[in-house]
C-alpha cells in the first residue's frame, strides 16, 4: 500500500507503508501528521492509520499526546508536484551551451600542450593550397587523435561526474536552476550517468531527434532519458535537502 503524507499544504509521497512505519515509530514523522492512501475517503491522522504503531507509555499529565521519540525530521522530497515540474527543452538547450562554452575554454588550454595551434595552420595551408576540405580534416584529425580521445573522456567524465554529485547538475544545468534525477526524484548514481551520456550518442546520430523529443514528450525526456530511466526538473538539488520541515496540527485539509 502506497500512502500519501500532507504537511504544510504540501503533499509528500507515495511512500511505502513500511517506511511510514518506521518513520512513525522513529519519530521522523508525527502522530499528528495526516495521511491518505487509496481506498479513503478523506485524510486521517497518522495515529488513526496505523494505531499499532503508537507508543504505548501513557501521556505525561496535561499532555494529550505523547513527544516523538526523536526530533522532526524532513520527509524525502518527493512530492507529485516535484516530480512533475520537468525542465523545459530550451532550458536544457541554454544550460547545453553554457556547459559547452566552459569546455570550450577548458579544452583550448590543453589544446596548447597538444600543438593544436600550429596543426590548425597546418590544415588551413592545405586548404589553400588546394586540398579538399574532408582530406585536410582527416589529417588534422589523424595528428591530433590524442587531443581528441582525452577531450571526449574528459567531457564524458564531466557530465557524469557532476549529475551524479549532490549537486545533481553540470555548472549549466546548475546555473539554470535544473537537476537530473531518477524516475523517483532521487540522485542517480555514477554507472547511470555514465550510460545517459553515452546514450546521447544514440540521440544525435539518428540526426538529433532524440534530443528534439523532450520538446514533446509528456515527461520531457529526451531519448537517452528513456534509455537511463532519467527526468530532469526544475529546482536545484539543495532546495530539496535542506529546507526546514515542521510537524503540522489535524488542521487543513488536502486533496487526493
Known amino acids: 500500500m502506497e500512502i500519501w503524507i500532507g504537511r ?3 503533499r509528500h509521497g507515495p511512500y511505502k507503508e513500511e517506511d511510514v512505519r518506521q518513520w512513525l515509530r522513529s519519530g521522523q514523522v508525527s502522530r499528528d501528521d495526516l495521511a491518505w492512501h487509496e481506498g479513503l475517503a478523506d485524510w486521517q491522522p497518522l495515529s488513526v492509520l496505523f494505531p499499532d504503531e503508537m507508543p504505548s507509555a501513557a501521556p505525561a499529565a496535561g499532555n494529550p499526546y505523547s513527544a516523538p521519540a526523536a526530533p522532526m525530521q524532513n520527509l524525502p522530497q518527493t512530492t507529485a508536484a516535484a516530480l512533475e515540474d ?3 527543452f530550451w532550458k536544457r538547450v541554454a544550460a547545453y551551451i553554457l556547459d559547452a562554452i566552459l569546455l570550450y575554454i577548458v579544452f583550448r588550454v590543453i589544446g596548447t600542450f597538444f600543438g593544436m595551434s ?3 595552420e597546418a590544415m588551413k595551408q592545405e586548404m589553400l593550397g588546394g586540398t579538399p576540405f574532408m582530406q585536410a580534416y582527416e589529417h588534422f584529425y589523424s595528428g591530433m587523435w590524442a587531443y581528441t580521445l582525452l577531450t571526449t573522456v574528459l567531457t564524458w567524465l564531466y557530465f557524469a561526474f557532476c549529475e551524479s554529485s549532490v549537486w545533481q547538475a553540470t555548472v549549466g544545468k546548475l546555473a539554470l536552476g535544473i537537476r ?3 524516475m523517483q526524484g532521487a540522485r542517480i548514481g555514477f554507472p547511470r550517468a555514465l550510460g545517459r551520456y553515452l546514450a546521447k550518442y544514440i540521440s544525435a546520430i539518428i540526426l538529433c531527434i532524440g534530443f528534439i523529443m523532450v520538446a514533446f514528450t509528456r515527461r520531457k525526456q529526451g531519448l537517452h ?6 527526468l530532469v526538473l526544475n529546482g ?3 532546495e530539496f535537502k535542506d529546507a526546514p520541515v515542521k510537524p503540522t496540527a489535524n488542521g487543513g485539509s488536502f486533496s487526493a
Open 225 to 230: 532519458d528513456l534509455i537511463a530511466g532519467t
Open 8 to 10: 504544510n499544504g504540501e
Open 118 to 120: 600550429a596543426a590548425q
Open 236 to 238: 536545484r538539488a539543495s
Open 180 to 182: 537530473v534525477t531518477d
Open 86 to 88: 520537468h525542465a523545459g
